[in-house]
């Protein structure tokens, strides 16, 4: 099946540094590709809808210019979540949907997450 | 997209068939019924999914009544492996987003 990659796993940064998660569909080409957040014994909350080559869709209540969406080819997306603070530690995981239309039927492949500590 | 109901939690013995049911009784014509399943710790997996009649892949069965008000998730010979979130959605297919419910959470028991 198709392969979803996050760079990194895990990361613990200082309160107000700046953190960028990469999100890399290895096998198959996305046109588009989604950010969650889970925070413990939560469900997936979807943050932003992210297409290549144009601006991030944001869902309500997601503050775009403190997590930053790139989205400049069809394999990678960056998450970079600025000025981090300690309400900001979450599971943060990303998705992929295959640029060929036929395949699986448009479903999402996702990445195997990545967690992030604020101290 | 229409909204989901599951159990939250559910066991079962190793070995045994885990049948895991959903309501979806605002489902549209249009709409699919999409189950993935997260370990923890870990990005949801996709199962299966189906429109009206029902599917099976190497992973599972998807059973869903004629009125496809509701469905059944069955794992045939659930294994530890198998203990997980299990999340039951409804997406057209025409709609990106995959809007996550509280899921059912699973254990399998030796």
Known sequence: GAVVSQHPSRVIC????????????????????????????????????????SKATYEQGVEKDKF????????????????????????????ARDRVSGRAHNEQFFGPGTRLTVL | DAKTTQPPSMDCAEGRAANLPCNHSTISGNEYVYWYRQIHSQGPQYIIHGLKNNETNEMASLIITEDRKSSTLILPHAT??????????????????LVFGQGTRLTINP
């Open chain 1, 68 to 95: 930053l969406i790139n989205h400049a080819s069809l394999t990678l997306s960056t998450l970079t979540v600025t000025s981090a603070h300690p309400e900001d530690s979450s599971f943060y995981i990303c998705s």
């Open chain 2, 80 to 97: 530890l492996r198998d203990t997980a979130v299990y999340y039951c959605i409804v997406k057209s297919q025409g709609a990106q987003k």
């Open chain 1, 14 to 53: 200082k309160s107000g540094t700046s953190v960028k998660i990469e999100c890399r569909s290895l096998d198959f080409q996305a046109t588009t590709m989604f950010w969650y957040r889970q925070f413990p014994k939560q469900s997936l909350m979807l943050m932003a809808t992210s297409n290549e080559g």
